[in-house]
């Protein structure tokens, strides 16, 4: 998120477009939709979907608008949430994901790819982050060391993780491992939650 936050200060620093809208991406298009209208400062009298989606596509076609979304896990059908049809190139998207497949089902024209931390790098900024002394009697070194593993390198995952349990006892620690190991099933493509 660091990163997307600086693209979307710059963005508005140059002021590139009349609007740059961030939205994390969470379940469910109505709250993508009050991301945008609340930076819009449009108010919804509709509640479908479509409706709100019709309402936002008017506001926004005669803006220059940078749409980011963040962190999205799925394909999102962008025309039924905001998009308007046509817009002419007024409209940019950035989306991040951590799965290249959703860019390439969502048909992103340029894709650019943060390379993961490598395992030395990635434990170190762990046990920084973490507080952790490198001490390797510590009874549970093992499961702290295999905590940052599940992180597969990545620097966001590895600092929100890693303050999370720092300072916390081996409970915490083995809890947050054995959630960690069961959300890899969600990144397997067709898995539904």
């Known amino acids: 998120m660091p990163m997307v936050k600086e693209v979307t200060k710059s963005a508005n620093e140059e002021q590139l477009f009349d609007e740059v809208v961030l939205a994390v991406v969470s379940p469910g298009e109505k709250k993508i939709q009050a991301k945008i209208a609340d930076k ?33 896990w799925k394909r ?19 989306l991040t994901s951590r799965f290249v497949y959703v860019c390439d ?26 507080g952790i ?20 390198g990545l620097p966001v995952a590895i600092k929100i993780v890693a303050r999370a349990l720092k300072g916390k006892g081996e409970p915490s620690w083995d809890f947050a491992l054995g959630q960690l190991q069961r959300s890899i099933i969600k990144s397997i493509r067709g898995v539904e939650d």
Request: glycine share 6%; net charge negative.
């Open 40 to 72: 819009l400062g449009l108010k919804f009298e509709e509640e479908s979907v479509s409706g709100r989606a019709d309402r936002l596509r008017e506001s926004l076609w005669s803006k220059r608008i940078l749409l980011i979304l963040d962190d999205v």
């Open 76 to 94: 999102l059908e962008l025309n039924d949430i905001v998009i308007p049809y046509g817009c002419h190139g007024s409209c940019k998207i950035l």
């Open 105 to 130: 089902d969502m048909g992103a024209k340029k894709k650019f790819t943060v390379e993961a931390l490598d395992k030395e790098e990635a434990w170190n900024l762990f046990k920084e982050m973490a």
């Open 133 to 152: 002394s490198n001490d390797t009697s510590s009874k549970f070194y093992s499961t702290q060391k295999a905590v940052a593993d599940e992180c597969g």
